[in-house]
């Protein structure tokens, strides 16, 4: 393939109910990584859309897009605990997203700590079942009961099958029936049932010690492991990762399906970079033929696929690849489906398709190939490599290769405050968000910073303040503003004017 684009829906974004967890334009990375790192480790991963773009001739990429519902593992590890914030929810809810199959037919996840665990209780033999809930031990206790009462009068070799038996039940199940009984032998027998045989302890020794047996510790892993097993193939394959806005996914996958976040931010983006060393954010591309191109303002990735495919922005040059769905995705041709993971993976690598190719076709005066390569694609998208968008913060990307280089933001405002004592940054922020946007940090006393990431906002801000009875509005100068500034200066005019006095002194003195 040439490349596979990712997308996810969560059952949380930022947590509220930690302190100043908002983002903020004050934020450097460091800072943000904080914040974020608290609310994905709350938030659980509902479905995970994968869109695998394969080249199929000169001009024409295959997409084979898939939808995988989630739901953490929940076999001999401990019990794992999620929020959900109530506005994510009904925001997937009102775009169809279906929580039966999320909760019933989710698939299993792990990282590597939670499976090391697993690992150690099946070699130990202490493995347990993390569901405590009456309906599970209700399941056992029916298979436990009807397997009992039957092998009484069963004779040897003699069958007997269990139905309705979903998900982690079938192995549950067949272990605790193990575990109890010495002359039975299970094995899963395909639609939720599993067949009981009854063998002489002998015969069953026998069966466990063969490679046939369904419940080896490698097979249980295997079905615990659930997802976590293709985002390994993912990793080894090294294609290139194509995401939208994608830091929060980022941070899912580390903390998912690799090991939990580290605290250090450094550590965390190196770790993403030797796990995927090619990463493209269609957020970044599109942001920056904003700036260059006279691309439309688009505030979705389905407006920013719909300008790309009416796109008249490049009359010349040959015509765009042809993306086309493989047969079993074809409904993503007919229809809309946003914020259904695997139709925005579709759009997310369809959109940088088509950015790459109108990208070459600007930024070369001779004519371009009839039929561009993807590296090709790759070459002109190379500044835009591994720099993720970085949403309202002290830097425009994160780069997972390199340094962050800080964005140029409109220039910070100060308010210096007269005659209205006590206030807070709340009640500061509260007094301009009238006006427009704008986060709020304290500098001093009676003086506040504030920040926007839009000119126009300042420029509104300095002209309709500038005969405030209280507050008074200027442009933020480091030398002027600054309180360590002001200090050292405070500092220096005092050990000025005590050389200048022992001067003066020293020289009477004579």
């Not at 509220?16 to 480790?41: I, M």
């Not at 099958?161 to 094995?187: F, P």
Request: charged content about 20%; overall charge positive.
């Amino acid at each position: 393939s040439a490349s596979t684009a990712l997308d996810m829906e969560f059952t949380g974004l930022h947590s509220t109910s930690l302190q100043n967890n908002e983002p903020s334009l004050f934020d450097s990375p460091a800072e943000r990584y904080v914040k974020a790192r608290q609310s994905v480790q709350r938030f659980a991963l509902v479905q995970l859309g994968l869109a695998i773009f394969s080249k199929e001739n000169s001009n024409k990429y295959v997409v084979h897009s898939y939808n995988f519902f989630l739901f953490p593992s929940t076999l001999g590890i401990r019990d794992v605990e999620f929020t959900l914030s109530a506005s994510s929810i009904q925001f997937l809810s009102h775009y169809g997203f279906d929580y039966n199959k999320f909760l019933k037919d989710g698939i299993p996840y792990m990282n590597e700590v939670q499976e090391k665990i697993l690992r150690q209780h099946l070699s130990a033999g202490t493995w347990k079942v993390c569901s405590t809930s009456n309906a599970d031990r209700d399941v056992l206790k029916k298979a436990i009961d009807e397997v009992t009462s039957w092998i009484v009068a069963a004779k040897e070799e003699d069958t007997m099958i269990l139905q309705d038996l979903s998900g982690y039940h079938m192995i549950e199940v067949q272990l605790v029936l193990r575990q109890a009984l010495e002359n039975v032998w299970t094995e899963p027998l395909g639609d939720k049932k599993v067949m009981v045989k009854k063998v002489s302890p002998e015969h069953r020794q026998l069966l466990e010690n063969s490679s046939y047996d369904p419940c080896q510790k490698k097979l249980i892993l295997l079905s615990a492991r659930g997802f976590t097993n293709l985002f390994q193939i993912l990793v080894k394959v090294k294609k290139p990762l194509v995401g939208h806005n994608m830091l929060m996914d980022l941070m899912h996958l580390h903390d998912k399906f690799y090991r939990p976040l580290p605290e250090s931010y450094e550590e965390f983006k190196r770790n993403i970079h030797n796990l995927f060393p090619v990463i493209i954010d269609t957020k970044t591309v599109i942001k920056y033929m904003q700036k260059k191109y006279l691309f439309p303002r688009v505030s979705s990735l389905l407006d920013a696929y719909a300008v790309l495919c009416s796109s008249n922005l490049n009359p010349k040059g040959p015509p765009c690849p042809v993306i086309a769905l493989a047969s079993g995705c074809s409904r993503y041709a007919e229809k809309k489906f946003p914020h259904e993971a695997g139709y925005d993976a579709f759009l997310c690598g369809s959109v940088l398709l088509m950015s790459a190719h109108l990208l070459l076709c600007k930024s070369t005066d001779d004519a371009v190939e009839a039929e561009p390569s993807f590296s090709q694609y790759l070459t002109v998208l190379a500044e835009h490599v591994n720099k993720v968008n970085f949403i309202r913060g002290g830097v425009s990307s994160i780069n997972f290769s390199g340094e962050d280089s800080p964005c140029r933001h409109p220039p910070a405002l100060v308010v210096h405050v007269r005659g209205w004592p006590g206030l807070t940054e709340r009640q500061i922020y509260q007094e301009f968000k009238a006006h427009c946007r704008f986060d709020v940090r304290r500098l001093s006393k009676n003086q506040f910073i504030l920040l926007s990431n839009k000119y126009k906002h300042v420029r509104h801000v300095l002209r309709d303040y500038k005969h405030h009875p209280h507050l008074q509005v200027s442009v933020y100068r480091h030398w002027r503003h600054s309180p360590s500034v002001n200090c050292l200066l405070q500092i220096s005019g005092i050990v000025a004017l005590w050389s200048l006095l022992a001067f003066v002194l020293g020289g009477a003195r004579s």
